[in-house]
Nanobody, 122 residues
Framework: HVQLVESGGGSVQAGGSLRLSCAASGYTYNRNCMAWFRQAPGKEREGVAAIDGNGIPNYADSVKGRFTISKNNAMNILYLQLNSLKPEDTAMYYC?????????????????WGQGTQVTVS
C-alpha cells in the first residue's frame, strides 16, 4: 500500500519560489517513477516533472529551466522546487508514483496519487 502526502503549497507573487514535498510510505518497489502533475481550474491535468529510480529527471516544456524535481531516497521524500513562478503556474499540484520506469513525455499509468497541494501565483 503506497501513500503519498504533499505539502508546501501556498500563495506567492509572480517571480517567487516555492518548494513542494511529497512524503511517500509503502513499498519502495512501487516507486520506479515518481512525478508531479498539476491541474488548474477548468483545465486537464498535466504532467510537470518526473524522476526515475536512478534520479534522472524529465520536465514538461512549460517548466523547463524553472522547476527542479529531486528526491531523498533515505527519507522517502519527493521534492519539486518551483522558481520564477508565473500566474499560469497556479494549480493544484499532485504527487504520483508508478512501478513502470519513467519515459520522456509518458505521463500515463500512475496508480498512486496524493491529495494535492494548492499553488497560487498572483
Amino acid at each position: 500500500h503506497v501513500q503519498l502526502v504533499e505539502s508546501g503549497g501556498g500563495s506567492v507573487q509572480a517571480g517567487g519560489s516555492l518548494r513542494l514535498s511529497c512524503a511517500a510510505s509503502g513499498y519502495t518497489y512501487n516507486r520506479n517513477c515518481m512525478a508531479w502533475f498539476r491541474q488548474a481550474p477548468g483545465k486537464e491535468r498535466e504532467g510537470v516533472a518526473a524522476i526515475d529510480g536512478n534520479g534522472i529527471p524529465n520536465y514538461a516544456d512549460s517548466v523547463k529551466g524553472r522547476f527542479t524535481i529531486s528526491k531523498n531516497n533515505a527519507m522517502n521524500i519527493l521534492y519539486l522546487q518551483l522558481n520564477s513562478l508565473k500566474p499560469e503556474d497556479t494549480a493544484m499540484y499532485y504527487c504520483a508514483a508508478r512501478n513502470v520506469w519513467c519515459r520522456v513525455g509518458d505521463w500515463g499509468g500512475f496508480p498512486y496519487w496524493g491529495q494535492g497541494t494548492q499553488v497560487t501565483v498572483s
